[in-house]
């Protein structure tokens, strides 16, 4: 079997199996060690494969992620915050907070995963509330309220009745990526769809969007593999 790599953080090694018996493209991900294996029909070109893989960044990503082991937060350790990557250290009081490029978290350390949650689903709720806001009112549109959970099979959600509802991971990621998703779900409060008038609606409030849609479905995942205790 060959081996193509899909780009990205991390690049991921696919195995190439081609099979006489195969009418269409078809991906597995091991359960025991995560290996990736694309299985193709015979005359199916290498650079159709990797079409394929990069259409399916997102599925692959996250089951890869599954694959590897979880990363519970301790202090010494690290942990993405807003896109940058930041120390955990030992701090005083009884919340977490970030400061001089850390995180300082105090208490015990068996308490310091869900200290770190608290303290991301706090931020998340601040900047998703003010990214609605702004827009929001840039739309010229109310909404009925915001929820944040701890979902895998989508980062928001937008409601018949105006609710809006986002992953509090978000804050994790880069703010461009965060600002794009509140603007994606502000967008159906117009469009409550994906069509090509939905999207204009998303670039107006948001132009270029791709950028972090792209950045979510190659690198979104990985976010999934901190384990605070709780989902």
Not at 106 to 128: E, H, T
Not at 178 to 195: F, R
Request: hydrophobic share 45%; with cysteine; net charge positive.
């Amino acid at each position: 079997m060959t081996e193509l790599t899909l780009p990205g953080d991390p690049p991921v090694a696919v195995k190439l199996r081609r099979s006489a018996r195969a009418r269409r493209l078809s991906l597995r991900v091991s359960r025991l060690d995560g290996r990736v294996t694309l299985t193709l029909p015979r005359r199916v070109p290498e650079r159709e494969a990797l079409a394929f893989l990069r259409e399916k960044a997102g599925w692959l990503r996250a089951h890869v992620a599954e694959a590897r082991p979880r990363i519970v937060p301790a202090v010494g350790g690290t942990l993405p915050f807003e896109g940058r990557t930041l120390e955990i250290r030992p701090g005083t009081g009884r919340t977490a907070w970030a400061e001089d490029g850390a995180l300082h978290v105090p208490g015990r350390p068996g308490q310091v995963p869900a200290r770190l949650r608290a303290f991301l689903i706090g931020a998340a709720r601040a900047r998703l509330a003010a990214a609605s806001d702004l827009h929001a009112a840039a739309l010229g549109r109310g909404y009925a309220g915001i929820t944040l959970r701890d979902t895998r099979s989508r980062w928001g959600s937008c409601s018949a009745r105006g609710g809006l509802m986002y992953s509090w991971r978000l804050v994790m990621a880069p703010p461009e990526v965060l600002d794009y998703v509140a603007a994606h779900e502000v967008a159906h409060l117009a469009e409550m769809n994906h069509s090509p008038a939905f999207w204009a609606v998303v670039r107006q409030l948001c132009p270029g969007y791709e950028a972090p849609r792209a950045w979510l479905r190659a690198e979104g995942p990985a976010l999934h593999r901190f384990d605070f205790g709780s989902r």
